[in-house]
């Protein structure tokens, strides 16, 4: 097999600040050949092995490193590949680089490294695209999810729809190479049956992108309310800190404050906003507008009502123009008993703390329930959605062609429309896999 990456390149896989150790990825042929050029070492490094060099520039010791070298294709990107562990002073570092690269290396561009890997068959897309969510998880379930679809969880389903789709593909093929002899491959109703099930499957996947998206990008949770209803104290207890100025005067926050802290194990960014009424300063009035707006676009709303003035008309109105807010009482310490229009509703006291377990529950459950990803095959960004819509899209019409009755030809055309979008998720199926499809199921030359 052709191995892609046919120069050397070079780079850093670790931070840029000063550390214990850093890794120095070098990717391509000759890569080990190179180091023993730049080190005490100069015979090739044992494959798998940790060797201690002493790598040397202009015959001065720079630093004292582990190197593995990795043979092709046994490495993260087929390719013969060494990793240097040295010591971690940004420093040290350069000045290695510098010298791989005055060795004729080159540095590697941005995600170079999982590209060969993408590239030589060591990952498909989908796997790719974990390493980097992996990498950027702030909490233990995206981390999960990541870790999933890096260990093949969604390439696997995707290979099962890949499966099924070809068993059809090259069934028809056969038909349509052997229509002169009278063999049938396929019967319609077992197409029929066949490409149901991938329907299926495709649906069930699409129906997850929500979920999945939702738990690798975070979660947008806007602070909506009438001024002085608890809005800027609720962001303050929310992210611990005193992010959001908190004043008796109405009409404090004006513009858009946004903090970031895990609920229900995704990242949900809480945004505070300004107070909901009819202002006349230019500024304020702005605020307000931009309030309603990122209120429309958001995940969830907390719509927060002064328990001491009660839910008044004004309240009503704005409730009405959102999608499925959740009210909470504020302020409870000052009255003896939530509003009885609203009793299902949290209420809660940032003074006297009553009542705050309980919403955080609330808010947990919440997220929890209606966004976190499941223990599933999920899709996690718009480049998989848009994958998976075109195969279904596909996948339908050539069923229908099929219960109509059209021609093998017909059909096949979207069947490998289907083919060809399912491919943008982990690889292309061809007309030659359909081939070898069928010469290794059936006995074509008797």
């Known amino acids: 097999m052709t191995r892609v990456g046919f120069d050397t390149i070079v780079a850093t896989a670790t931070p840029p600040a000063r550390s214990a150790l850093a890794v120095i990825r070098v990717d391509g042929p000759g890569s080990g050949e190179l180091i023993g050029t730049i080190s005490d070492h100069p015979n090739q490094l044992a494959e798998r092995r940790a060797t201690r060099l002493q790598i040397r520039g202009d015959e001065a010791v720079i630093d004292e ?50 590209e060969r890997a993408v590239l030589n068959g060591k990952l498909d897309l989908i796997q790719a695209e974990s390493v980097a969510d992996l990498i950027n998880a702030r909490t233990s379930l995206q981390a999960r999810l990541s870790l999933d679809n890096l260990e093949g969880g969604l390439s696997r389903e995707v290979a099962g729809v890949r499966e099924s789709l070809l068993y059809v593909i090259s069934r028809l093929e056969g038909a349509l190479d052997f229509s002169g002899e009278g063999y049938e491959f396929i019967t319609r109703e077992e197409a029929v049956s066949q490409l149901g099930a991938a329907i299926i499957r495709v649906e069930t996947l699409i129906a997850t992108h929500a979920r999945g998206r939702a738990t690798v990008e975070g979660l947008t949770a806007v602070i909506l309310g009438r001024p002085n209803s608890g809005k800027s104290s609720l962001l303050n207890f929310l992210c611990g800190s005193d992010r959001a100025i908190v004043t008796e005067i109405a ?154 009755g059209l021609a093998e030809e017909i059909i096949l055309v979207d069947l490998y429309a289907a083919a060809r979008a399912l491919g943008e998720l982990t690889g292309v199926i061809t007309p030659a896999d359909a081939r070898r499809e069928i010469f290794s199921k059936f006995c074509v030359g008797k």
């Open 65 to 114: 490193v582990i190197a593995i070298r990795y043979g092709a294709p046994r490495s993260f990107t087929g390719n013969d590949m060494v990793e240097l562990m040295v010591h971690g002073n940004p420093l040290l570092v350069e000045r290695i680089v510098d010298l791989i690269v005055r060795r004729g290396a080159r540095i590697a561009l941005p995600g170079e490294f999982s």
């Open 251 to 404: 009409g404090t926050t004006r513009d858009l404050l946004r903090e970031t802290v895990e609920i229900g194990g995704l990242p949900v960014t809480f945004v505070d906003t300004a107070g909901l009424r009819d202002a006349a300063e230019t500024v304020e009035r702005i605020g307000i507008g931009r309030a309603r707006d990122i209120a429309r676009q958001a995940d969830l709303v907390l719509y927060l009502v002064d328990s001491s003035v009660g839910l008044q008309p004004e309240d009503e109105a704005e409730i009405t123009e959102l999608s499925s807010p959740l009210v909470v009482f504020t302020k409870s310490d000052l009255v003896t008993e939530v509003p009885s229009t609203r009793s299902h509703a949290p209420s809660i006291s940032l003074v006297s703390r009553s009542g705050l377990p309980e919403f955080l529950q609330i808010l947990d459950l919440l997220v929890r329930n209606g966004f976190a990803a499941e223990s599933v095959p999920t899709l996690v960004n718009s480049r998989q959605r848009t994958a998976a819509d075109a195969t279904l899209q596909s996948l339908k019409i050539a069923a229908q062609s099929v219960q109509q």
